[in-house]
T-cell receptor, first 113, second 115 residues
Framework: QQQVKQSPQSLIVQKGGIPIINCAYE??????FPWYQQFPGKGPALLIA?????SEKKEGRFTISFNKSAKQFSLHIMDSQPGDSATYFC????????????FGTGTQLKVEL | DTGVSQNPRHKITKRGQNVTFRCDPI?????LYWYRQTLGQGPEFLTY????????KSRLLSDRFSAERPKGSFSTLEIQRTEQGDSAMYLC?????????????FGSGTRLTVV
């Protein structure tokens, strides 16, 4: 059972564009929603995270939008750069669940010059 | 040492052999997690420790898999009688509880290829 669905599977944008990656979850007990960035041959690195008590969080060029009623959240990358080309994973966890993360299937982003 | 260290980075083994991976977490982190990642997929939870206690194991962790964290420091993940389906990236992560910070730090993983 896939508890976190992520789309699109891949995305190509021009430099300066704003790629948007979407995730939907099923388990209403989830209360922590991070995004991870992964480069080839490396482990995932925490990018930004949000809790359901806010609808938006911004850190630098990265913004999470959160819609609790729809059980959806998304990542926006402002002014995207070629260095942002990587695979992005959304994830979710719940308090008391040992902080185990349930990951989406990933989005491969390519930012072209 | 500012990160999570995993060794070896790559391991090629023949089917049926046993393999062991090591993870050295960030020293002040009391939680340690193992995940498995196959090509084109997100990481999947295998097991986690709080200090030296193994608190949860996923159904993915068959009886051929065993993990330890002696003295609450480094951890090892052993796979006995490896199968081709065990080929994957095995990721270790650590975190600190006791404050409102759920952020993990992942290592670079051990890529296992079973031939």
């Amino acid at each position: 059972q896939q508890q976190v669905k992520q789309s699109p599977q891949s995305l190509i944008v021009q430099k300066g564009g704003i790629p948007i990656i979407n995730c939907a979850y099923e388990n209403t007990a989830f209360d922590y929603f991070p995004w991870y960035q992964q480069f080839p041959g490396k482990g995932p690195a925490l990018l930004i995270a949000i809790r359901p008590d806010v609808s938006e969080k911004k850190e630098g060029r990265f913004t999470i939008s959160f819609n609790k009623s729809a059980k959806q959240f998304s990542l926006h990358i402002m002014d995207s750069q070629p260095g942002d080309s990587a695979t992005y994973f959304c994830a979710a966890s719940r308090t008391g669940g040992g902080n185990k993360l349930t990951f989406g299937t990933g989005t491969q982003l390519k930012v072209e010059l | 040492d500012t990160g999570v260290s995993q060794n070896p980075r790559h391991k090629i083994t023949k089917r049926g052999q046993n393999v062991t991976f090591r993870c050295d977490p960030i020293s002040e982190h009391n939680r340690l997690y193992w995940y498995r990642q196959t090509l084109g997929q997100g990481p999947e939870f295998l097991t986690y420790f709080q200090n030296e206690a193994q608190l949860e194991k996923s159904r993915l962790l068959s009886d051929r898999f065993s993990a330890e964290r002696p003295k609450g420091s480094f951890s090892t993940l052993e796979i006995q009688r490896t199968e081709q389906g065990d080929s994957a990236m095995y990721l270790c992560a650590s975190s600190f509880t006791g404050q409102n910070n759920y952020g993990y730090t992942f290592g670079s993983g051990t890529r296992l290829t079973v031939v």
